[in-house]
T-cell receptor, first 113, second 116 residues
Framework: KQEVTQIPAALSVPEGENLVLNCSFT??????LQWFRQDPGKGLTSLLL?????REQTSGRLNASLDKSSGRSTLYIAASQPGDSATYLC????????????FGTGTKLQVIP | NAGVTQTPKFQVLKTGQSMTLQCAQD?????MSWYRQDPGMGLRLIHY???????DQGEVPNGYNVSRSTTEDFPLRLLSAAPSQTSVYFC???????????????FGPGTRLTVL
């Protein structure tokens, strides 16, 4: 069974710092990996979808990388801002599709002004 | 586009009561699903549907029923609420069940349910 781990569970950084969030998975037979942002009391907002054939995907200050062989994805946030404060979740989508998706428990990020 | 909408936002039930959580999407997505989110655990799939009239169980289906009579709507029914069903419930949709490239899931804002 796929297991997805996000460490650390919480992270606090000063504004302006570059940071990396980690997502580890045990089964490398994945199809896509999706990063989400969740604000308190809100739903999940998709940030980046990275395909298994890709090594990385970029959107603005965000960059997601994927290394299937090591079972790891990272989300890089450049020049962090207080508005980046949220919980970041990764989801591993296997060849079986969304019916078999596995979510991590998330990293709660606080960016201090 | 309203995207994925859910009602109600908050609900308090007593043990044994039944209720229906509503979910609708206006993106003509084939695939819809329900998750629950509990502290310290990742989102867990309750039920899903790959199209109107087709539903199936996810990881944690016990105590819940679903139906999908239209493409747009996918209600989740709690038959006899239990305190263990206290959670935040999210509905999600995607163009198809996948997998294909560029097939993203879109989430609703969630329903926070407390069962006393």
């Amino acid at each position: 069974k796929q297991e997805v781990t996000q460490i650390p569970a919480a992270l606090s950084v000063p504004e302006g710092e570059n940071l990396v969030l980690n997502c580890s998975f045990t089964d490398s037979a994945i199809y896509n990996l999706q990063w989400f942002r969740q604000d308190p009391g809100k739903g999940l907002t998709s940030l980046l979808l990275i395909q298994s054939s890709q090594r990385e995907q970029t959107s603005g200050r965000l960059n997601a990388s994927l290394d299937k062989s090591s079972g790891r994805s990272t989300l890089y946030i450049a020049a962090s801002q207080p508005g980046d404060s949220a919980t970041y979740l990764c989801a591993v989508i296997p060849p079986g599709g969304y019916q078999k998706v596995t979510f991590g428990t998330g990293t709660k990020l606080q960016v201090i002004p | 586009n309203a995207g994925v909408t859910q009602t109600p936002k908050f609900q308090v039930l007593k043990t044994g009561q039944s209720m229906t959580l509503q979910c609708a999407q206006d993106m003509n997505h084939e695939y819809m699903s329900w998750y629950r989110q509990d502290p310290g655990m990742g989102l867990r799939l309750i039920h899903y549907s790959v199209g109107a009239g087709i539903t199936d169980q996810g990881e944690v289906p016990n105590g819940y029923n679903v139906s999908r009579s239209t493409t747009e709507d996918f209600p989740l029914r709690l038959l006899s609420a239990a305190p263990s069903q206290t959670s935040v419930y999210f509905c999600a949709s995607s163009p198809i069940a996948g997998p294909t490239f560029y097939n993203e899931q879109f989430f609703g804002p969630g329903t926070r349910l407390t069962v006393l």
